[in-house]
C-alpha cells in the first residue's frame, strides 16, 4: 500500500495541530462517510473546524495530513486529552456503506497500524479506539464486525514484510560514526526506541555510535538514538553550514529560547552576529553575549 504525504500547512498549525507531540499510541477511527482518503484529507486541510487527524486510509492508500511529531484533533477528549494529545490518528474511510471497498481500507488501516508500530517498536496494546477517549462509539463499523478481529489483523500484518518502513531501505539511510548530520525527530534512550526525549529540529550533530539492529540505530552526540528517517546528511548541503569559531551567522526567524532557556527577544532574530565559543549543540554569539542553539542559527555569507 502506498503512503503519500499531503501535509497541512504550516499556517494552520495552529488549528489543526497546535501542540509538538511524542507519539505514545495509534488511535482507530471510521469515518462515517463515503469519501476517498484523498478527499478525506484534503477537506481536512481547507474547513477551519477544529478537527483534524494524522492519517486517511482507503482500499488504495494512506495519505498523511499531520506530522506524526504534532498533535490532532479527533479523539474528543479535549484539549488536554491523552488521545488528542498523544494518538496518531487513522481514520478508515468508506465505513458509512461499507463493502468491499471499506474492507480493504480497514485492511490498508491494520497494514498502515502494523507499520507504525514497528517505526516506534510498539506492541500491539498501542492499538486504541476512538471509543477509549470519549466514549463515542468509533470506529463504528469496525467494532461491529468485532475490535479482536481489527486487533488479529495488526498482529497479522506486523509479521509480514508489509509493516516494513518504506524508508529502511539500505545504501540511502547508512549513517557511519563521525558522519555529520542534521537531526529532527525525537532521540531516544535505546536503539529501540524506548522512552523518547526532547523534539530536536534542525540539529546539527554528529554520529557517536551506530546499533547493528533496532529502529533507532544512529547515536547522535549526547542526544540518543535517532531514527535514519529523522537524519539527513550535512555533506551535500553548502559545506559553509558547519558552524565554528569566527562563523558570522544569523539568528533565525523561528527560534524560541536560547540554550540557556530564556526567551529569544524578537529585535535578536536576523541579526548577523560572530560565533565566540562553539561547545556541543550550542554557540556564544560576540554581539549579543548569549548561547543559541546551532539549529537556530544560519550561516550569514
Ligand atoms: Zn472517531
Redesign the pocket.
Same mark, same amino acid.
Given at each position: 500500500m502506498r503512503i503519500r504525504e499531503d501535509l497541512v500547512d504550516a499556517s494552520r498549525y495552529a488549528r489543526k495541530c497546535p501542540y509538538e507531540m511524542a507519539p505514545q499510541f495509534v488511535v482507530i %477511527?471510521n469515518t462515517y462517510n463515503d469519501a476517498s482518503a484523498d478527499a478525506e484529507i484534503s477537506y481536512m486541510k481547507r474547513n477551519d473546524n477544529e478537527v483534524s487527524f494524522h492519517y486517511a486510509v482507503d482500499d488504495r492508500e494512506a495519505v498523511r495530513g499531520i506530522p506524526e511529531n504534532r498533535n490532532a484533533w %479527533?479523539a474528543g477528549d479535549g484539549a488536554g486529552g491523552r488521545g488528542n494529545r498523544y494518538g496518531i490518528a487513522i481514520e478508515i474511510c468508506y465505513s458509512k456503506s461499507g463493502g468491499p471497498r471499506f474492507d480493504q481500507a480497514e485492511a490498508n488501516g491494520a497494514a498502515l497500524a502494523a507499520q507504525i508500530l514497528q517505526r516506534y517498536g510498539w506492541g500491539i496494546e498501542k492499538v486504541c479506539k %476512538?471509543q477509549d477517549f470519549s466514549g463515542?462509539y468509533?470506529?463504528h463499523r469496525t467494532l461491529d464486525r468485532g475490535w479482536q478481529r481489527f486487533l488479529d489483523m495488526v498482529s497479522a500484518a506486523l509479521h509480514t514484510d508489509s509493516a516494513t518502513p518504506e524508508t529502511s531501505a539500505p545504501g540511502t539511510s547508512d549513517y557511519k560514526v563521525g558522519d555529520m548530520v542534521v537531526v529532527t525527530g525525537y532521540p531516544c534512550a535505546t536503539a529501540a526506541g524506548e522512552r523518547p526525549g526532547r523534539l530536536l529540529e534542525r540539529y546539527r550533530g554528529t554520529v557517536t555510535r551506530v546499533h547493528g539492529s533496532g529502529t533507532h540505530r544512529y547515536h547522535v552526540d549526547t542526544k540518543g538514538w535517532c531514527r535514519a528517517e529523522d537524519l539527513t546528511p550535512l555533506q551535500g548541503q553548502n559545506p559553509q553550514t558547519v558552524l565554528r569559531t569566527g562563523s558570522r551567522v544569523r539568528v533565525l526567524p523561528g527560534a524560541a529560547h536560547y540554550a540557556t532557556g530564556q526567551r529569544i527577544p524578537d529585535w535578536v532574530k536576523g541579526r548577523a552576529d560572530v560565533i565566540l565559543q562553539c561547545k556541543e549543540d550550542r554557540a556564544l554569539l560576540q554581539g549579543i553575549y548569549s548561547w543559541v542553539y546551532l539549529s537556530d542559527l544560519e550561516p550569514a555569507g
Amino acid at each position: 500500500m502506498r503512503i503519500r504525504e499531503d501535509l497541512v500547512d504550516a499556517s494552520r498549525y495552529a488549528r489543526k495541530c497546535p501542540y509538538e507531540m511524542a507519539p505514545q499510541f495509534v488511535v482507530i %477511527h471510521n469515518t462515517y462517510n463515503d469519501a476517498s482518503a484523498d478527499a478525506e484529507i484534503s477537506y481536512m486541510k481547507r474547513n477551519d473546524n477544529e478537527v483534524s487527524f494524522h492519517y486517511a486510509v482507503d482500499d488504495r492508500e494512506a495519505v498523511r495530513g499531520i506530522p506524526e511529531n504534532r498533535n490532532a484533533w %479527533h479523539a474528543g477528549d479535549g484539549a488536554g486529552g491523552r488521545g488528542n494529545r498523544y494518538g496518531i490518528a487513522i481514520e478508515i474511510c468508506y465505513s458509512k456503506s461499507g463493502g468491499p471497498r471499506f474492507d480493504q481500507a480497514e485492511a490498508n488501516g491494520a497494514a498502515l497500524a502494523a507499520q507504525i508500530l514497528q517505526r516506534y517498536g510498539w506492541g500491539i496494546e498501542k492499538v486504541c479506539k %476512538h471509543q477509549d477517549f470519549s466514549g463515542k462509539y468509533c470506529p463504528h463499523r469496525t467494532l461491529d464486525r468485532g475490535w479482536q478481529r481489527f486487533l488479529d489483523m495488526v498482529s497479522a500484518a506486523l509479521h509480514t514484510d508489509s509493516a516494513t518502513p518504506e524508508t529502511s531501505a539500505p545504501g540511502t539511510s547508512d549513517y557511519k560514526v563521525g558522519d555529520m548530520v542534521v537531526v529532527t525527530g525525537y532521540p531516544c534512550a535505546t536503539a529501540a526506541g524506548e522512552r523518547p526525549g526532547r523534539l530536536l529540529e534542525r540539529y546539527r550533530g554528529t554520529v557517536t555510535r551506530v546499533h547493528g539492529s533496532g529502529t533507532h540505530r544512529y547515536h547522535v552526540d549526547t542526544k540518543g538514538w535517532c531514527r535514519a528517517e529523522d537524519l539527513t546528511p550535512l555533506q551535500g548541503q553548502n559545506p559553509q553550514t558547519v558552524l565554528r569559531t569566527g562563523s558570522r551567522v544569523r539568528v533565525l526567524p523561528g527560534a524560541a529560547h536560547y540554550a540557556t532557556g530564556q526567551r529569544i527577544p524578537d529585535w535578536v532574530k536576523g541579526r548577523a552576529d560572530v560565533i565566540l565559543q562553539c561547545k556541543e549543540d550550542r554557540a556564544l554569539l560576540q554581539g549579543i553575549y548569549s548561547w543559541v542553539y546551532l539549529s537556530d542559527l544560519e550561516p550569514a555569507g
